[in-house]
């Protein structure tokens, strides 16, 4: 059943120190676990992977981790975003395995079927019409080749945003000097809910954007995901 949740967006590009910061700051650690776990089980991804959106760089880290083999080109249009996550690779001692790029998911500037394996988490929900990076996701990506995308689902209503929001906003800081960074970090929780494509939209953008016959399922009480697997 459609969501009664008219879509609300938010900016295409997180590029203040803020904002990167508390991002960054955000407990991902279980997502990021579980979207990697999820990745490796659908089998071999090849030796180049590329990160779509990766923000501060946690699932090639988290990648790199699991699988001693993998490459990534790690790629994101905000400068603050691609700051940290230098950092967060060159603390994990990876930066021979990541490569970091500030490149418009839009128009990428790779050969057909560069990669073999083509992930992205929670980046389509900050696009106005994802329809283009899509696109770029399946022509990037080489015949045989995974392309794998999670993001987060638009709620039926302002109701179950509240609710999600409460169950996995984090809890409230004792230290009153760290209260306004955990506020903002559910803020940004609740607009890219609001923000969010439901399965019915991400399954008919898909399948005009060169991923037709992709899977796209609901895997969690606030996320979807889509399996594609290019001929």
């Known amino acids: ?11 295409e590009v997180m590029d203040s120190p803020e904002e990167a910061r508390d991002y960054d700051a955000m407990d991902h650690a279980l997502v990021n676990e579980r979207f990697c776990g999820d990745l490796v089980a659908r ?16 699932i090639p880290i988290e990648l790199c981790r699991r699988d001693a083999n993998v490459r990534v080109v790690a790629i994101d249009l905000a400068a603050h975003m691609l700051a940290l996550a230098e950092e967060n690779v ?10 970091l790029g500030r490149v418009d998911a839009k128009s990428m500037p790779y050969d057909d079927g560069a990669f073999s394996t083509t992930v992205s988490n929670s980046i389509i929900h900050h696009i106005p019409d994802p329809s283009a990076v899509l696109a770029e996701m399946a022509r990037v990506t080489a015949p045989g080749g995974l392309v794998f995308i999670r993001d987060l ?16 906003g984090g809890e409230a800081p004792l230290d009153p000097a760290a ?8 803020d ?17 953008m898909a399948d005009a954007s060169g991923l037709a016959g992709c899977s ?15 001929p």
Not at 179 to 186: L, N
Not at 192 to 199: C, D, G, K, Q
Not at 221 to 228: A, I, K, Q, S, V
Request: charged letters at 30%; aromatic letters at 4%.
């Open 216 to 230: 796209v399922e609901r895997t969690s009480d606030r996320h979807w995901t889509l399996t594609f697997r290019k």
């Open 188 to 204: 940004l929780l609740r607009a890219s809910l609001h923000a969010a494509l439901t399965v019915e939209e991400i399954t008919a």
């Open 90 to 99: 060159a603390r994990a001692g990876l930066s021979d395995r990541v490569s």
């Open 43 to 58: 089998g071999e991804l090849g030796p180049a992977v590329l990160d779509v959106g990766t923000g501060t760089a946690r």
């Open 179 to 186: 209260r306004a960074s955990f506020e903002s970090q559910r």
């Open 1 to 11: 059943m459609p969501s009664m949740l008219e879509r609300v967006l938010e900016p």
């Open 153 to 168: 689902a638009r709620p039926d209503d302002t109701a179950e945003v509240d609710r999600l929001v409460a169950l996995h």
